[in-house]
């Protein structure tokens, strides 16, 4: 069951979860929440070189982290970014949430990455954007760039489980940017056949 507005705004109101932090009545639609750019980005360069997950790469080398000033952000055709959200979320264990795209910026080019947020996450999204269009477009802190729904469990989920209790969960709790680390210890074995198949398949091609 997917949340409605009266259903987002009794979790502000009546438990001890801050489901969204800050709230703002301003950005509650009938079913989902407005979120909005903190003004901080990370934009995505270009190494040259290919990327090994075997080699616990972190991804965070690939950004350049800015500060969007007062003239806002001119975000060109063909470039990605990650855009820091204002609000915090915090997911109680009987919750997922998603984020989604908003019709006027996939209208204008904009591409938002989905995003899955498991049951006990918390932490300060930093979302994917793709600029697929013709144009620049101008970007600036405050900015409700993408929307986040949330939807309720048939049960809660084994503890264990719970994104807040894996050993592995890199983004818990994020507040300034992180990075993406691959782990290879914690492939199985069918995705370690796939990614030595595509590094062969690149070496192929290379020469």
Not at 87 to 96: D, S
Request: hydrophobic share 35%; with cysteine.
């Amino acid at each position: 069951m997917i949340l409605s507005d009266k259903d987002i705004r009794k979790y502000i109101q009546d438990t001890n979860i801050p489901l969204i932090e800050p709230f703002s009545d301003d950005h509650l639609q009938a079913a989902s929440y407005d979120v909005s750019m903190s003004g901080n980005i990370s934009i995505l360069k270009r190494l040259g070189k290919l990327i090994d997950p075997a080699d616990e790469f972190d991804l965070g080398d690939t950004f350049e982290n800015v500060r969007i000033g007062a003239n806002g952000y001119l975000f060109s055709p063909g470039e990605y970014l990650l855009a820091e959200l204002t609000e915090k979320v915090k997911i109680p264990n009987n919750l997922i949430a998603h984020i989604r795209p908003r019709t006027r910026f996939t209208r204008a080019g904009i591409l938002v990455a989905d995003q899955h947020c498991n049951p006990t996450y918390e932490g300060r999204l930093h979302i994917g954007l793709y600029n697929i269009g013709l144009n620049t477009i101008l970007l600036w802190p405050g900015l409700k760039i993408a929307q986040i729904l949330f939807e309720e469990l048939s049960s809660v989920p084994s503890e264990e489980l719970w994104y807040q209790n894996k050993k592995d969960a890199a983004f818990h709790q994020e507040d300034s940017f992180r990075g993406s680390i691959f782990h290879e210890t914690k492939w199985t074995e069918d995705e370690k056949k796939l990614y030595e198949k595509m590094v062969s398949s690149f070496d192929k091609e290379a020469k």
